[in-house]
């Protein structure tokens, strides 16, 4: 699939939003509803991870596929459908300039493309997508295959924002691309500050913490000065929770009235959780989580607690 076909079954993101929701219309609250957070499909790392060479692309995927393949599934057989699929970076492994990036690519697109018409698909830019140290040349093939690696939107009255963590994670190569990020994510945080949705709710690929906000840096974690940057701003303009990925585990805590949720991969798994896909309820008064396993979603999708959410 090639990126113009890509853009006619995808949703991507363009002039810093997402065309899928129309901002007029979804800016007021009308009651609660849910949407799908997965992370780290990334074609290729299975193979890699398994012979010790993770700087290598991975020339198999087929692992990945298949549970990728699983995932599109599960998320088509839910009833009601969610409003949106959010991708938390790493979509495929191989970096860019690396063989195999363009058929990781393709068949992720492929997949993907069996997501139902009615489910938006998010798409959240990682390190693997961009290169550890993102140049403006990386930045601008993502934003052409996947779309902008920053934006903004609104779902029923919520805030979202998608942020490019790799910008903060190492953007000597491209700092003035950082700068441009930091001032248009300043702009949108004064939006959520002054009280003007419901909720504001961030996406991004590198948690800023993945226990604590004092916890040592980390390659899974932002270091301790930039998180401690972000998550006071986010704080302070009423963010209430950060979804991310990049850990291939669970984990996750608290800062002041922030939740950072770290969500296990769909692909390749470093600790002991199962490949899956987080569920997530969004109502008036709180935002409520879960992770499931594939095969659990698959074989029971979401369960009552959860749904009685959604009635309120």
């Not at 057989?77 to 970076?89: A, Q, T, Y």
């Not at 805590?253 to 987080?278: E, P, W």
Request: aromatic share 10%; charged share 25%; net charge negative.
């Amino acid at each position: 699939m090639s990126a113009a076909e890509a853009g006619d079954v995808f949703h991507r993101a363009r002039g810093r939003t997402l065309d899928a929701f129309s901002s007029e219309k979804e800016r007021e609250w009308k009651g609660p509803f849910y949407f799908i957070q997965g992370a780290d499909p990334q074609f290729g790392l299975m193979k890699a991870w398994s012979t010790g060479n993770c700087n290598s692309s991975g020339d198999e995927w087929e692992q990945e596929i298949r549970l990728t393949e699983q995932a599109v599934q599960a998320i088509n057989r839910l009833n009601p459908k969610p409003r949106f699929f959010v991708l938390c970076g790493d979509l495929i492994h191989a970096m860019p300039g690396m063989p195999f990036q363009r058929e990781q690519t393709k068949d992720l697109q492929r997949v993907l493309g069996a997501v139902d018409r009615e489910i938006p698909l998010v798409f959240v830019s990682g390190n693997h997508d961009l290169g550890n140290v993102p140049t403006a040349e990386t930045i601008e093939e993502f934003c052409q295959t996947w779309g902008d690696d920053y934006f903004s939107f609104w779902v029923g009255g919520v805030l979202f924002l998608v942020l490019n963590s790799q910008l903060w994670y190492d953007a000597s190569s491209c700092p003035a691309l950082k700068q441009a990020q930091d001032l248009w994510l300043d702009q949108q945080l004064s939006l959520a500050r002054q009280q003007k949705c419901q909720h504001a709710i961030v996406f991004q690929h590198i948690p800023l913490f993945l226990q604590s906000i004092d916890e040592d840096d980390d390659y899974f974690n932002l270091t301790r000065s930039v998180r401690k940057e972000m998550a006071d701003k986010f704080t302070k303009a009423g963010v209430r929770a950060v979804f991310s990925g990049h850990y291939h585990r669970n984990a996750g805590g608290t800062y002041k009235n922030l939740d950072m949720v770290v969500s296990s991969a769909i692909g390749c798994q470093l600790g002991k959780d199962t490949h899956g896909l987080r569920v997530v309820v969004v109502t008036a008064e709180k935002i409520v989580h879960r992770y499931y396993s594939l095969d659990e979603l698959n074989e029971k999708g979401i369960e009552d607690d959860l749904m009685e959410l959604m009635k309120q």
